[in-house]
């Protein structure tokens, strides 16, 4: 079955650390992918997102995503984190058609 | 626009109570779904509609129906409330890119709901 693994369900980092959060996903054909955050009481939404071209995918507030496609992954990196980006990261993988298949989330907290 | 609106915001039932989530959505968006979120489960897809009239089961539709009389609404009912459907769900509407294949989502606020 198809599925999306996140390495991490809870990381906690100091501000001004770097950030990598890995999601691997399974599907062997083209995939769309997705970072989505949800903030602490907020809605999903969209950090980034990859469809072709440019593996490496800039997204909002500093975030970025590199795709690779040999190891089936797209893992999302910030250089230096902010407190304010203490929240739930979600990566998403749209194999064709209509569904998104969701993984488990990471909870980051990111000490002041 | 006020994009995705999901009433009620909290809601807790009694088993075997019925109760229905309402979402609706003002962008004239083709595609609409339900996820439910549960801790270290990530968001499954419960049900979806690719337009008005059409509906399709997710992952996890067992206890739950839809329908779509319009684009607009996309309501989800509980028939017959279980605690296992103590959850967080979301109401998400995207539309059709111009190569065939579904865009971003666009997420509702979404509703908590607890079953005793």
């Known amino acids: 079955a198809q599925s999306v693994s996140q390495h991490n369900h809870h990381v906690i980092l100091s501000e001004a650390a770097s950030l990598e959060l890995g999601c691997n996903y399974s599907?062997?054909?083209?995939?769309?992918l997705f970072w989505y955050v949800q903030y602490p009481g907020q809605h999903l939404q969209l950090l980034l997102k990859?469809?072709?071209?440019?593996?490496l995918v800039k997204g909002i507030k500093g975030f970025e995503a590199e795709f690779i496609k040999s190891k089936f992954s797209f893992n999302l990196r910030k250089p230096s984190v902010q407190w304010s980006d203490t929240a739930e990261y979600f990566c998403?993988?749209?194999?064709?058609?209509?569904?998104?298949?969701f993984g488990a989330g990471t909870r980051l907290f990111v000490k002041a | 626009n006020a994009g995705v609106t999901q009433t009620p915001k909290f809601q807790v039932l009694k088993t075997g109570q019925s109760m229905t989530l309402q979402c609706a959505q003002d962008m004239n968006h083709e595609y609409m779904s339900w996820y439910r979120q549960d801790p270290g489960m990530g968001l499954r897809l419960i049900h979806y509609?690719?337009?008005?009239?059409?509906?399709d089961q997710g992952e996890v539709p067992n206890g739950y129906n839809v329908s779509r009389s319009t684009t607009e609404d996309f309501p989800l009912r509980l028939l017959s409330a279980a605690p296992s459907q103590t959850s967080v769900y979301f109401c998400?509407?995207?539309?059709?890119?111009?190569?065939?294949?579904?865009?971003?989502?666009?997420f509702g606020p979404g509703t908590r709901l607890t079953v005793l």
């Open positions: 990859y469809f072709s071209g440019d593996p």
């Open positions: 998403a993988v749209k194999p064709g058609g209509f569904k998104t298949i």
């Open positions: 509609s690719v337009g008005a009239g059409i509906t």
């Open positions: 599907y062997g054909g083209t995939v769309n």
């Open positions: 998400a509407s995207s539309y059709k890119s111009a190569g065939g294949p579904t865009d971003t989502q666009y």
